[in-house]
């Protein structure tokens, strides 16, 4: 029996994708000792003991903007998310990969994942797994934008193909960086990214409309090193998203104005698919429409359409392909086109 998995490899978060089970998700992060490299901990329990009782360890990401820069932490987070489905008679994973993911690390993380008891790896655009996540065919032509917690990837497809792709390095943890800096900026007070992001994700938003409140935090003086309580309210972070909000929506327009003239009409009809974790931000996806004077469409799972995506791949690739390792993106559109004649 086949047990067939998405893999979405986050900056923020590892998510595994299952059609029956649903979608789990835990921190892409491992604590490591700082003087030897070796990993203490992963996922959850690495997250947990950020800042614990180890002053020895520190926090590490090892998937920089999409792209994966450390072998040995990515194989400890991958098999520690994976453990939990083995043993399987016969594991089929397929995992996304940013546009400009260079050959030879395609071919290293099909080597992890093979090394954790991956039998059968694919690989697929991330920006056409979120399309697929978000219910479209790959076949439409549309603008894919999708914003996860340390890059934006923009991909325009029409006719099946991808004709235009683009990365800024920005994302939602720069939302969440806005946040920690204002609350510096009231008295040099500050705060974790955790509590920053929790600020957001309750108050944040940059379209009017969410009713305002509040939230209690604390946070240390930065001279002495107390303790200070504050009351953090909707209005208080209006407007502290604006640098952020603008590198990502300039990123986008970069590359929408370089769509053939003769291609515009058909890609605007179905415009932004807007996903990915930075995409939760409160009126988002009206701002974006507003200044990009764009349709833009967001779905209400748009953290996990990548990883849902991923899964429904795995579903419609046919059981004689057995060259594993490979990238099928190309076989997708073909794929739709020859399901809807």
Known sequence: MVTKIGLDLGYANITLSDITAGVYREPSV??????????LSVGNAAAAGEGGENPGAMLVRPFKNGLLFDSKITQGIVENAIGGILPVEHLRCVVGVPSDLHVKQERELFAILTSVGVHECFSVNRSVAALIGAGYSPSISAISVNIGASCT????????????????????????KAVKQYIYDQGDVTVSLSVARAIKEKLGAVWPGRENSSIDIEGTLSLTGNKVRMTI?????????????????SSIADVVKKIPYESVKEIFENGIVLTGGGAELFGIEIMMQKVLGVNVTKPLDAIDCVAKGLSRVNNIIPAKVRAGNKNVTEMLAKYYADKNK
């Open 30 to 39: 491992a604590l490591v000792n700082k003087n030897t490299r070796a990993v």
């Open 153 to 176: 990837e923009v991909s325009v497809l029409h006719g099946g193909e991808i004709i235009l792709c683009g990365r800024s390095m920005v994302g939602g943890e720069d939302f969440d």
């Open 233 to 249: 309210t909707t209005e208080d972070i209006a407007g502290v998203f604006e640098k952020p909000l603008h590198a990502v929506l």
